[in-house]
């Protein structure tokens, strides 16, 4: 059977054991629950969600004995479909819906693989995307929604990845629901145009899932690997359509492709975590690098400049550095100073003083942070404390300098965070 | 030497762990399932079916809904595996996905009639 691009869901693998492209299940699943959510609507969400995992256990059990049929994305279809017309049946309320979901054939005909089913399921995976991003929805309760919906991880998933308990991800994903079910009952999902004011929140949640990835310090490479994989995987099918192919999209991801070509170098064999200067160049991912130079190049047009595109600017500096030695850090302290502009934080002036030392020297670094009174969430924080100590001791100011060590050590929130700071400072200080 | 005939019955418990799946659970399984059955292919004789819960129970006093509602354990699919003796079904059967399901039971007997 010949490769067929089949849009999001991903061509089908012949040479893969079970036939089916990594991820089959679960990016199914999120196409599904999008497709069938825009027919009956949102208030049946978790309706929906029941018929597509019935479907993905008919098709567990079926294709054993049968094969993976021709076109498993149809076949799908057609049953999750059945599933939820029967569900809905039997909820007589919803007779009505029923009757105008059936306006339009239930197996998407025979050739699902045509430009216009495809540019439905990428219109549909993004509706479903932006009703994520309701801004009446809480934050946290964003991200958890899409993860179940348009990635199609278990709650029992979406909780080992966040650090978090099932009961707190079921009562996040709860405020969701309760949120959608309170308004446009009865009515469709509004249109992509109407949603397009959401763009930003859609934006955040992708950078949030990206960094929930990114950032975590305490479970193996390949799980922190996927969630970055899915922003990536949202943020591209965002910027392949009009409503999100802006700069700031582009931006976004060249920022993210340029920070997961550093991802597998960022752990060492045991993983531990290595710091920048004694990270493998060579292990550098090339084709993140390529992806990450090519739509940084598609960001720079227009008038904005926004914090994603000081922040790839950041990334590409570092990434695109010779060697530790050779970083342009006045040009990283610019933009980390543009960063502060755009979105003013301390812990952007806290990477401007890095990089200033590192460009002028650590007195240059105290400067910037001379006056600088840390909130209540970063004093205390182990970045705060870890700068702090590294700049005093250069500059001569050993008991300062010691104070802010300790307390950085006493706060690191791992054992390889507590490692790396124990090294960083050891060697600079010792 | 001529190979038997064994029926291999899937019993599980209902009570014992039946979370759903997740998708990508799902996936693992289907590619275990295909990675197990293209070993012993030779064996499977047929893949048989899997049993949907409800039934109906036969006896001279009539007809009821079943299968018998205090069972404690519920056949939920079989199969027909070849194999020379006890030991070869067992090794084939031993191997399937489907034994580390929670509360899964496999039941094998071997047809009495069918020598191949």
Redesign the interface.
Known sequence: MPLRARGPSGPIDPT?????VE????H??GRLVSVLVRRVGLPHLEAVEDAV?GA??A???T???TGVPRDPGAWLFRVAHNHLAGALRKDRGHQRILAGAADQPPDGGEEPTSPAFDGEVRDELLRMLFVCCDERIPQESRLVLALKTLC???I??IAFRLFTSEANVYKRLARARDRLREDDVNTQTPSLEALQVRLPSVHAVIYLLFNEGYLSTNAAHAIRAELCEEAIRLATLLAAHPVGSVPSTFALLALMHLHAARLASRQDGTGGLLLLEEQDRSLWNAEHLRQGATWLERAAHGDVFGRFHAEAGIAAEHCFAESFAETRWNAIADLYAMLERIDPSPIHTLNRAVALAEAQGPQAGLAALDGVVPPAWLDGHYLWDAVLADLHHRVGNTSTAKRHRDQALAAAPSVAVRQLLERRLTRRVG | MSKHKYLVLFRNQPSVGQ?????????Q???A???W??KFKDDILD?G??LKSDGRVVSASGVADGPFVEAKEVVGGYMIVAADTYDGAVAVVRACPAVDAPGALLEIRELAGRKM
């Open positions: 893969s054991p079970s036939g089916l991820h089959y299940f679960r199914e699943y995992q993905l256990l098709a567990l059990a294709w054993l004995v199609g991880f278990s029992g998933e | 979370t759903a799946p997740s998708p990508e659970q799902m996936q399984m289907f590619a399932y295909k990675t059955m293209e893949m079916d899997k």
